[in-house]
């Protein structure tokens, strides 16, 4: 026999505890979002300093060409130069955000701030990003007619 009592008040547990992660997720979401952004600003700062790096020593690789080095050489030597930086940045990224990890521990929701994947796919990112805007003007450089390198300097 069904008892006619009313049930008001109760409501699954799973609404109860949504309710309580709420405002976790909304800080997990808004901590990703900067990430992403920070990230976007990285990559863009990567590709403008590389190339820039790279394009002020157009002069230098007019000189290296019209001294025997072959257009591959070059770009090779640019591309390894531009790798150390990168992966130097790349290091002492990792190590600032490690510290930085911490603070930020209670703000995230069923994740870490050591997370492997979100390491990897950053780094994947900048040496992608650095290592096109190093080849891209080591290439277009290092194509160009030696005098006309040297006399641009």
Request: aromatic content about 8%; glycine content about 10%.
């Amino acid at each position: 026999m069904a008892s006619s009592a009313p049930t008001v008040g109760f409501r699954p547990f799973a609404e109860d505890l949504a309710r309580w992660y709420e405002p976790r997720r909304v800080g997990t979401a808004i901590i990703v979002a900067f990430g992403i952004a920070a990230l976007l600003l990285a990559a863009v700062g990567v590709y403008t300093a590389a190339a820039f790096g790279v394009s002020e020593r157009t002069g230098e690789m007019g000189v290296r060409l019209a001294l025997g080095a072959t257009p591959r050489r070059l770009v090779t030597m640019l591309l390894s130069q531009g790798a150390r930086l990168t992966l130097l940045g790349i290091a002492v990224g990792a190590l600032g955000s490690v510290a930085v990890g911490r603070p930020l521990r209670a703000f995230l929701y069923r994740t870490s701030p050591w997370e492997p994947l979100a390491f990897a796919a950053a780094t994947v990112i900048l040496v992608a990003t650095a290592a096109l805007a190093t080849f891209l003007p080591a290439r277009r450089a290092s194509q160009l007619d030696p005098t006309l390198a040297i006399r641009g300097e």
